[in-house]
C-alpha cells in the first residue's frame, strides 16, 4: 500500500476512474462496508480461538458484493450465500441503519446471542425481517429454487391483485458459489427460471455466481461457469475484485432484470482469502504461489487503490483506518459474547411450530360469500349428495380459492388434466391459468415455486404427483421450508399446504413409484404437519384445517392422499355407498372442524382397539363388524395425523380395551406403528400391543404386491390371536 503513489486529487462527485459510474464518494463509503465485512471475519477467527465465536466460515475476497447490494434497492428481496458479508452490511445501511447496527447483527450471530436479529442464537445466518434478506441455512444451493419462486411471486401477486411482501417492481437476488452451480437444486433454480422465461413468464430474478475457483479444497476449472451457464439466461460478466467494474456491471444486470422481469446470471470473479473457514489448512492443497496469487487480487487492496490514485486517500491514511477499525470491530466482538444465549430446550424450539388452535379454528371456519360461491359451483357442493374422496377434496379445494385469491394451484398434469386421477378437475376453468397451472417435470422445481410464493404472502397448494418422487425433492421441505421459521424466529414463514397422492393397493396400475409406502422420512422433520385423511368427511375438513394453519400460524403440511380411496365408494359390499360422505355447508364448518392431532373413533367395543390409518380405516372397519359379530367387541382409531400424532386420543382408546391392534400400512421398519408403540409404552400404557405391517419391501407389478403388503386377512388374523 505505502508504494502507491497517490494521484491528483478528484471532485468526490466524479467518477473515480474514467469509464466507470462510481463516484468517488461512493467508493470510499463502500470502502468502509468492505472493511467492515473483512474485519468481521477477523473477529470471527479471534472469538473462535476464545471459545466465544463458534462460526468462521467468512467473506474474505468476496468483498466485492457490497456493490451488488448497492445496485439493489432494499426492498429487493435477497436469498445469500454464506459469503455475502459484505452485502449485508451495505443493505444494512441502505435501510437507512448506522454501520455500527449491521455489523452487530452479525457479531451477535458469530457468539450465538440471543439477541442477533434474525435467528436468535439458533445458527449465524445473514437475514434480517426489516431488511427484505431471507436466512439461508440448508444444503448448497438449495435456496435457488425457492429464489425463482420469489420472483414468480412478485409478479403473480401483482396480476392477481393479491398482498405481497415486495413492491410490485422488486426483483430477487440470490447468490451461491461457483461450487454450488453443479448441485441438482441450483441446476433445478436455474433451468425453471430459464423454462419460465422461455415460456414468456415474468421472473425477475438475479443469480449471482460469486466464483472464487474453488469448493473447499475442489477446483472449479477455469471457464466452468461460463461453460456450463444457461444459454438462455442473460450473462453478465465482472471482476469482483474491481470495485468500479463490479459497480457498473451489478448495475446494469439488476437494471436489465427489473426492466425486462427476465431472470439474469451475474458471474462475479472473486478469490479465496483466509482459507473455507478458520479450522482450513489451506496449504493442505493449495500451493503457496496460488495463495500469493489471491493475495495480489485481494479486493479491498483494489479498493484502496482506487481511492489513493484518485487522490481521495493517503496510503497511511488508509492503515491507520483499518487498525482503528479494527480495534474497534474487535470491542464490539467482546461486548457481543456478554449478551445471552439460549438455555433450555423449550427456548430453543419455540419457534419451531408456533401453534394457535383457536385462530387456526375460526380461520377454517371462513368460507366465500353465497353470491361468490353461487359463481364458483353453481350447484352447491353440500347439496350434491354423497362424495368420493377425490370428489371432496376437489370441492374443498374451490371452496379455498373461491374465499382466498392468493391460492395458488400448481403440478405435474394439474392444470388442464386435471391430475393424474381427476382430483383437481375443474379448477382450471373456475380460476383461470394465473391460479391454477402446470409446471415444468422437476419436484426441487414445483416445492421452490411454493417456497418463494408463501414467503411472499400466497398461499401455494403444490401438488407432487405421487409419494415416491416427493423423496426426489426431499430437502426443499426438511432443509428450506420447515427451518424457515425456526431460523428466522418467525420473522419469515412459507406456509404451504402440499398434497400428495401416495400410499399402495391400486389396482391395475402397480409399481414402486406408484405405490409407495414409505412416510418416514416426513415424520422425522421437525414442525412438519403429516395429515392422512382416509374419507372423503374427514378430508375436506382436515384440507380445511390444514389450510388455515398455514394461513394463521404459517404451518408446513404435507396432505397425504390414499390413491386407491379417491374413487371408493362402498364400505362393506358393492353398492352400499358406505365410503361416501356429504359436503358440510360453511354454516357448519366450525362445528366439523378437525384440529391438528385429533383422531377419530369408530364403535364402542370393550375388548380390541385397531389403531390405523389411510387405507387401513376400510380394512379394519370391515375386520371390526365380522368381529363383533363374533361378539368380539372391537373399536377403531383412525390417527388421522401422522405428525403430530394423536397421543392423548391414542391412550384414551388404548385404555379403554387394554389391548391394541396397530395396523399400518407402511413399511414394518421405519413405520408408523414404530412410533405408536414408542407413544403407548412412553405414556405407561401396559396393556398388550401387536402390531400388523406391509413388509421391508419395495411394492412389484401386479398381484405380487399383495405377497408385501399389509392385507385384510392380516389384520383379522393378528385380531383374533391377540384376542386370545
Same mark, same amino acid.
Given at each position: 500500500?505505502?508504494?502507491?503513489?497517490?494521484?491528483?486529487?478528484?471532485?468526490?462527485?466524479?467518477?473515480?476512474?474514467?469509464?466507470?459510474?462510481?463516484?468517488?464518494?461512493?467508493?470510499?463509503?463502500?470502502?468502509?462496508?468492505?472493511?467492515?465485512?473483512?474485519?468481521?471475519?477477523?473477529?470471527?477467527?479471534?472469538?473462535?480461538?476464545?471459545?466465544?465465536?463458534?462460526?468462521?466460515?467468512?467473506?474474505?475476497?468476496?468483498?466485492?458484493?457490497?456493490?451488488?447490494?448497492?445496485?439493489?434497492?432494499?426492498?429487493?428481496?435477497?436469498?445469500?450465500?454464506?459469503?455475502?458479508?459484505?452485502?449485508?452490511?451495505?443493505?444494512?445501511?441502505?435501510?437507512?441503519?448506522?454501520?455500527?447496527?449491521?455489523?452487530?447483527?452479525?457479531?451477535?450471530?458469530?457468539?450465538?446471542?440471543?439477541?442477533?436479529?434474525?435467528?436468535?442464537?439458533?445458527?449465524?445466518?445473514?437475514?434480517?425481517?426489516?431488511?427484505?434478506?431471507?436466512?439461508?441455512?440448508?444444503?448448497?444451493?438449495?435456496?435457488?429454487?425457492?429464489?425463482?419462486?420469489?420472483?414468480?411471486?412478485?409478479?403473480?401477486?401483482?396480476?392477481?391483485?393479491?398482498?405481497?411482501?415486495?413492491?410490485?417492481?422488486?426483483?430477487?437476488?440470490?447468490?451461491?458459489?461457483?461450487?454450488?452451480?453443479?448441485?441438482?437444486?441450483?441446476?433445478?433454480?436455474?433451468?425453471?427460471?430459464?423454462?419460465?422465461?422461455?415460456?414468456?413468464?415474468?421472473?425477475?430474478?438475479?443469480?449471482?455466481?460469486?466464483?472464487?475457483?474453488?469448493?473447499?479444497?475442489?477446483?472449479?476449472?477455469?471457464?466452468?461457469?461460463?461453460?456450463?451457464?444457461?444459454?438462455?439466461?442473460?450473462?453478465?460478466?465482472?471482476?469482483?475484485?474491481?470495485?468500479?467494474?463490479?459497480?457498473?456491471?451489478?448495475?446494469?444486470?439488476?437494471?436489465?432484470?427489473?426492466?425486462?422481469?427476465?431472470?439474469?446470471?451475474?458471474?462475479?470473479?472473486?478469490?479465496?482469502?483466509?482459507?473455507?473457514?478458520?479450522?482450513?489448512?489451506?496449504?493442505?492443497?493449495?500451493?503457496?504461489?496460488?495463495?500469493?496469487?489471491?493475495?495480489?487480487?485481494?479486493?479491498?487492496?483494489?479498493?484502496?487503490?482506487?481511492?489513493?490514485?484518485?487522490?481521495?486517500?493517503?496510503?497511511?491514511?488508509?492503515?491507520?483506518?483499518?487498525?482503528?477499525?479494527?480495534?474497534?470491530?474487535?470491542?464490539?466482538?467482546?461486548?457481543?459474547?456478554?449478551?445471552?444465549?439460549?438455555?433450555?430446550?423449550?427456548?430453543?424450539?419455540?419457534?419451531?411450530?408456533?401453534?394457535?388452535?383457536?385462530?387456526?379454528?375460526?380461520?377454517?371456519?371462513?368460507?366465500?360469500?353465497?353470491?361468490? /360461491?353461487?359463481?364458483?359451483?353453481?350447484?352447491?357442493?353440500?347439496?350434491?349428495?354423497?362424495?368420493?374422496?377425490?370428489?371432496?377434496?376437489?370441492?374443498?379445494?374451490?371452496?379455498?380459492?373461491?374465499?382466498?385469491?392468493?391460492?395458488?394451484?400448481?403440478?405435474?398434469?394439474?392444470?388442464?388434466?386435471?391430475?393424474?386421477?381427476?382430483?383437481?378437475?375443474?379448477?382450471?376453468?373456475?380460476?383461470?391459468?394465473?391460479?391454477?397451472?402446470?409446471?415444468?417435470?422437476?419436484?426441487?422445481?414445483?416445492?421452490?415455486?411454493?417456497?418463494?410464493?408463501?414467503?411472499?404472502?400466497?398461499?401455494?397448494?403444490?401438488?407432487?404427483?405421487?409419494?415416491?418422487?416427493?423423496?426426489?425433492?426431499?430437502?426443499?421441505?426438511?432443509?428450506?421450508?420447515?427451518?424457515?421459521?425456526?431460523?428466522?424466529?418467525?420473522?419469515?414463514?412459507?406456509?404451504?399446504?402440499?398434497?400428495?397422492?401416495?400410499?399402495?393397493?391400486?389396482?391395475?396400475?402397480?409399481?414402486?413409484?406408484?405405490?409407495?409406502?414409505?412416510?418416514?422420512?416426513?415424520?422425522?422433520?421437525?414442525?412438519?404437519?403429516?395429515?392422512?385423511?382416509?374419507?372423503?368427511?374427514?378430508?375436506?375438513?382436515?384440507?380445511?384445517?390444514?389450510?388455515?394453519?398455514?394461513?394463521?400460524?404459517?404451518?408446513?403440511?404435507?396432505?397425504?392422499?390414499?390413491?386407491?380411496?379417491?374413487?371408493?365408494?362402498?364400505?362393506?359390499?358393492?353398492?352400499?355407498?358406505?365410503?361416501?360422505?356429504?359436503?358440510?355447508?360453511?354454516?357448519?364448518?366450525?362445528?366439523?372442524?378437525?384440529?391438528?392431532?385429533?383422531?377419530?373413533?369408530?364403535?364402542?367395543?370393550?375388548?380390541?382397539?385397531?389403531?390405523?390409518?389411510?387405507?387401513?380405516?376400510?380394512?379394519?372397519?370391515?375386520?371390526?363388524?365380522?368381529?363383533?359379530?363374533?361378539?368380539?367387541?372391537?373399536?377403531?382409531?383412525?390417527?388421522?395425523?401422522?405428525?403430530?400424532?394423536?397421543?392423548?386420543?391414542?391412550?384414551?382408546?388404548?385404555?379403554?380395551?387394554?389391548?391394541?391392534?396397530?395396523?399400518?400400512?407402511? /413399511?414394518?421398519?421405519?413405520?408408523?406403528?414404530?412410533?405408536?408403540?414408542?407413544?403407548?409404552?412412553?405414556?405407561?400404557?401396559?396393556?398388550?400391543?401387536?402390531?400388523?405391517?406391509?413388509?421391508?419391501?419395495?411394492?412389484?407389478?401386479?398381484?405380487?404386491?399383495?405377497?408385501?403388503?399389509?392385507?385384510?386377512?392380516?389384520?383379522?388374523?393378528?385380531?383374533?390371536?391377540?384376542?386370545?
Amino acid at each position: 500500500m505505502g508504494a502507491l503513489s497517490p494521484g491528483p486529487s478528484i471532485d468526490p462527485a466524479m467518477p473515480v476512474r474514467p469509464g466507470t459510474t462510481l463516484t468517488g464518494r461512493r467508493c470510499r463509503e463502500l470502502f468502509e462496508v468492505q472493511l467492515g465485512s473483512r474485519l468481521l471475519d477477523v473477529a470471527a477467527r479471534v472469538l473462535r480461538e476464545r471459545n466465544e465465536g463458534f462460526y468462521t466460515i467468512g467473506s474474505a475476497g468476496h468483498e466485492g458484493n457490497a456493490a451488488v447490494a448497492a445496485a439493489l434497492r432494499p426492498t429487493d428481496p435477497a436469498l445469500l450465500h454464506y459469503r455475502s458479508g459484505a452485502f449485508y452490511l451495505e443493505r444494512s445501511v441502505q435501510a437507512g441503519r448506522l454501520p455500527e447496527e449491521g455489523l452487530r447483527d452479525v457479531l451477535l450471530g458469530l457468539s450465538a446471542s440471543t439477541e442477533e436479529p434474525i435467528a436468535g442464537g439458533r445458527h449465524k445466518v445473514f437475514g434480517h425481517p426489516d431488511l427484505a434478506v431471507i436466512p439461508q441455512t440448508s444444503t448448497i444451493a438449495s435456496h435457488l429454487p425457492r429464489a425463482v419462486g420469489v420472483g414468480f411471486a412478485i409478479d403473480r401477486a401483482r396480476a392477481l391483485g393479491a398482498p405481497s411482501k415486495w413492491p410490485a417492481d422488486a426483483i430477487a437476488v440470490c447468490s451461491f458459489g461457483d461450487a454450488s452451480v453443479n448441485h441438482a437444486s441450483a441446476l433445478s433454480g436455474l433451468n425453471t427460471a430459464a423454462y419460465g422465461a422461455y415460456r414468456g413468464l415474468q421472473l425477475p430474478v438475479l443469480f449471482v455466481c460469486e466464483d472464487n475457483g474453488i469448493g473447499i479444497s475442489v477446483r472449479t476449472p477455469q471457464g466452468w461457469v461460463e461453460a456450463s451457464r444457461h444459454p438462455r439466461l442473460e450473462y453478465f460478466h465482472a471482476d469482483g475484485c474491481d470495485l468500479a467494474e463490479i459497480h457498473d456491471v451489478a448495475r446494469a444486470a439488476a437494471d436489465h432484470v427489473r426492466a425486462t422481469r427476465a431472470p439474469a446470471f451475474l458471474h462475479m470473479r472473486t478469490v479465496r482469502l483466509m482459507g473455507h473457514a478458520g479450522s482450513d489448512v489451506e496449504i493442505a492443497y493449495r500451493t503457496r504461489k496460488e495463495i500469493a496469487a489471491d493475495l495480489e487480487h485481494d479486493p479491498l487492496l483494489g479498493t484502496a487503490r482506487l481511492l489513493v490514485e484518485a487522490g481521495l486517500a493517503e496510503p497511511d491514511e488508509l492503515i491507520a483506518r483499518y487498525e482503528a477499525e479494527r480495534e474497534h470491530v474487535l470491542k464490539l466482538a467482546m461486548e457481543c459474547t456478554r449478551r445471552p444465549r439460549l438455555t433450555s430446550a423449550r427456548e430453543v424450539m419455540a419457534p419451531l411450530a408456533p401453534a394457535d388452535p383457536y385462530k387456526v379454528a375460526a380461520e377454517a371456519a371462513r368460507a366465500a360469500g353465497t353470491a361468490v /360461491r353461487e359463481r364458483v359451483f353453481g350447484t352447491p357442493p353440500e347439496a350434491e349428495g354423497g362424495l368420493t374422496l377425490a370428489q371432496a377434496i376437489n370441492r374443498t379445494l374451490a371452496d379455498a380459492m373461491a374465499l382466498d385469491p392468493g391460492v395458488l394451484l400448481f403440478g405435474e398434469d394439474v392444470a388442464r388434466k386435471g391430475g393424474v386421477y381427476g382430483v383437481s378437475r375443474g379448477l382450471l376453468r373456475k380460476f383461470g391459468a394465473e391460479r391454477v397451472f402446470d409446471t415444468l417435470l422437476d419436484e426441487q422445481s414445483i416445492l421452490g415455486l411454493a417456497l418463494g410464493s408463501g414467503v411472499s404472502g400466497l398461499l401455494p397448494v403444490p401438488e407432487i404427483q405421487y409419494l415416491a418422487y416427493l423423496h426426489n425433492a426431499l430437502d426443499q421441505i426438511r432443509g428450506e421450508a420447515s427451518s424457515l421459521q425456526f431460523f428466522s424466529r418467525g420473522a419469515y414463514r412459507n406456509p404451504m399446504v402440499i398434497r400428495v397422492p401416495g400410499y399402495a393397493y391400486q389396482k391395475g396400475f402397480g409399481g414402486h413409484f406408484h405405490n409407495d409406502n414409505s412416510v418416514a422420512a416426513l415424520r422425522d422433520i421437525p414442525g412438519l404437519v403429516v395429515a392422512s385423511p382416509a374419507r372423503p368427511d374427514d378430508a375436506a375438513s382436515m384440507l380445511r384445517t390444514c389450510l388455515a394453519a398455514a394461513r394463521a400460524d404459517g404451518r408446513v403440511c404435507v396432505f397425504l392422499e390414499p390413491i386407491a380411496l379417491y374413487h371408493t365408494r362402498d364400505l362393506f359390499e358393492e353398492g352400499d355407498g358406505g365410503w361416501l360422505a356429504p359436503y358440510a355447508p360453511p354454516a357448519r364448518w366450525a362445528e366439523t372442524h378437525i384440529p391438528i392431532g385429533r383422531a377419530r373413533s369408530y364403535g364402542d367395543g370393550r375388548d380390541l382397539t385397531i389403531v390405523t390409518f389411510g387405507n387401513g380405516v376400510r380394512m379394519s372397519l370391515r375386520t371390526a363388524v365380522r368381529l363383533t359379530a363374533e361378539d368380539m367387541g372391537c373399536r377403531v382409531l383412525d390417527l388421522r395425523w401422522l405428525s403430530p400424532l394423536p397421543v392423548e386420543d391414542l391412550l384414551r382408546a388404548a385404555e379403554l380395551t387394554g389391548r391394541v391392534l396397530i395396523a399400518d400400512e407402511t /413399511r414394518r421398519s421405519g413405520g408408523v406403528s414404530e412410533s405408536v408403540v414408542t407413544a403407548l409404552v412412553d405414556n405407561g400404557f401396559t396393556g398388550k400391543i401387536a402390531r400388523v405391517t406391509s413388509q421391508d419391501s419395495f411394492i412389484p407389478l401386479g398381484a405380487a404386491a399383495d405377497t408385501v403388503l399389509m392385507s385384510e386377512a392380516d389384520i383379522e388374523l393378528a385380531a383374533r390371536k391377540l384376542l386370545g
